[in-house]
């Protein structure tokens, strides 16, 4: 079991940044798969970022050049660097979780088990 705490949500005005925070309760370096995930009110939920130990991180096509992911593994916790934000990045924000030795689709929602609650993010224009 790995259970998950986000934090760092709020509401900010487009142009902003905001930064996000996830605690794992546990994290197998090698093992421990980590990512972003959001959704936004009547609309699947989607995959912002992952990060996998052996490659670069991997961002969605909406995300990239204005997402960072990054993670602490002495402090088991992912991070979401968010700048230049956008109305459309309004959601609420799920950090997930997956211990395996592989993972097929880092930004695929059915590769997690764990799940934290979620943060709310909202962009003004």
């Known amino acids: 079991q790995v259970q998950l705490v986000e934090s760092g949500g709020g509401s900010v005005q487009a142009g902003g940044s905001l930064n996000l925070s996830c605690v794992a309760s546990t994290y197998t370096p090698g093992r421990t798969y980590m990512a972003w995930f959001r959704q936004a009110p009547g609309k699947e939920r989607e995959g912002v970022a992952a990060i996998v130990s052996s490659v670069a991180p991997i961002y969605a096509d909406s995300a990239k050049g204005r997402f960072t992911i990054s993670r602490d593994i002495a402090k088991k916790t992912l991070y979401l660097q968010m700048a230049s934000l956008k109305p459309e990045d309004t959601a609420v924000y799920y950090c997930?979780?997956?211990?395996?030795?592989?993972?097929?689709?880092?930004?695929?929602?059915?590769?997690?088990?764990?799940w934290g609650q979620g943060t709310q993010v909202t962009v003004s224009s």
């Open positions: 997930a979780a997956e211990n395996k030795w592989a993972i097929t689709n880092p930004l695929s929602g059915g590769e997690y088990s764990y």
